[in-house]
């Protein structure tokens, strides 16, 4: 395994980390306590160190899940999760992967952050991101104010944001690298859909070039493997119980994905399978620390946990890689679906609304 440091913090995370939400939603099937432990247990084996909970996953379960695998471990792993959906008061009204409300008020905040301090049994969080954060938290001075306060009093130690819960947030992602410096911020991207989240990187970046990149924000990245389908495992007869996080993909999205991962196949090699070579595509761009893929068996485990130290891809690997991209694969007639704000006119009403507040 791999590491690399988060921006001004001494946070070192694994190159490949380990995202709760796949064993503690029930969303990509369901996880015994003991089986969702176990695979924890194989993946610290396996040099993995980062832990991406959030308090909203299971109502704290994630959290709690945490704590019971690594009663003893604590400074051997890095803890990330998130706070912002008010899950104590509406937890019982979730129906299916439907958001339930948000605060992201100070007292709020800070109480959450106490109670999943407790639940993970710990007295510091490595890694705190606002869960699916919208324009007025990108403008919220006191909340980031908060965040800075929250280092200074070693509840944690690195912050930023998570963008979501669907693809798309491009305004978000970029106006909250570009005003607020996070020293993370986690998004969906991967070599199937590589937008917004390559232009989130790029623009966000662009307005703090003349500072010295060991002070840029840095990203990790979940839905690596496109919901699977970088997997090379689906066919066309492949389906989902309704219950599955992947049901509510279109099925335009499995046969065209089919379609796709076919011309990637000069990608796989004898000692790189897709699933990995998707994994080192992600990596090749030193501004992602780590790759959040969704874990769900051991044998699939030991395979992305081995990725970083694959045979690394090519420029030409990466260079074809992109003029795929260009022609979307050859695949024609998709509609994108993005969520959030997308365009800068958006944008800059929604902050034109803010300060009429």
């Not at 969080?125 to 929250?150: C, F, G, K, Y």
């Not at 196949?265 to 620390?289: C, I, K, N």
């Not at 090519?314 to 993005?338: C, H, I, M, S």
């Amino acid at each position: 395994m791999k590491f690399r440091t988060l921006p001004e913090t001494d946070v070192r995370v694994s190159e490949i980390g380990f995202g709760l939400w796949t064993i503690s939603t029930g969303w990509w099937g369901n996880f015994t306590e003991g089986e969702a432990i176990a695979l924890m247990h194989k993946a610290l084996d396996l040099g993995i160190t980062l832990y991406d909970a959030a308090d909203t996953y299971g109502n704290g379960y994630s959290e709690e899940l945490i704590a019971r695998a690594f009663p003893k471990q604590r400074d051997q792993i890095v803890i990330a999760t998130k706070v912002g959906y008010n899950f104590y008061d509406h937890g019982g009204e979730r129906k299916g992967q439907r958001e339930i409300p948000q605060d992201f008020s100070v007292p709020f905040i800070r109480t959450a952050v106490e109670k999943a301090l407790k639940r993970l049994n710990t007295d510091r969080i490595d890694i705190l991101q606002l869960h699916n954060i919208r324009m007025p938290q990108v403008e919220d001075d006191a909340l980031w104010t908060l965040l800075e306060s929250l280092v200074q009093e070693g509840k944690i130690r690195s912050y930023g944001a998570a963008l979501g819960p669907a693809i798309g947030w491009l305004y978000e992602g970029v106006d909250c690298v570009q005003q607020r410096r996070p020293h993370i911020l986690q998004h969906i991207y991967n070599a199937l859909e590589p937008h917004p989240g390559r232009q989130i990187m790029d623009d966000g970046e662009a307005a703090v070039t003349h500072e010295s990149p060991a002070a840029r924000t840095r990203y990790l990245i979940r839905v690596t493997h496109s919901s699977g389908m970088l997997e090379g495992k689906y066919t066309a007869e492949t389906t989902f119980p309704p219950t599955d996080h992947r049901s509510h993909r279109p099925r335009s999205w499995l046969l065209n994905g089919l379609k796709k991962i076919e011309t990637l196949q000069f990608l796989t090699g004898p000692d790189r399978t897709l699933g990995q070579a998707a994994l080192q595509w992600l990596l090749a761009d030193p501004r992602v620390a780590c790759c959040l893929p969704n874990i769900y068996d051991a044998e699939q485990l030991k395979e992305f946990a081995a990725a970083p130290d694959c045979s690394p891809l090519t420029a030409e690997d990466l260079a074809r890689v992109e003029e795929l991209q260009k022609t979307n694969f050859g695949v024609e007639g998709e509609t994108p679906n993005y969520k959030g704000t997308m365009t800068r006119e958006t944008a800059e009403v929604s902050a034109a609304r803010l300060g009429e507040r």
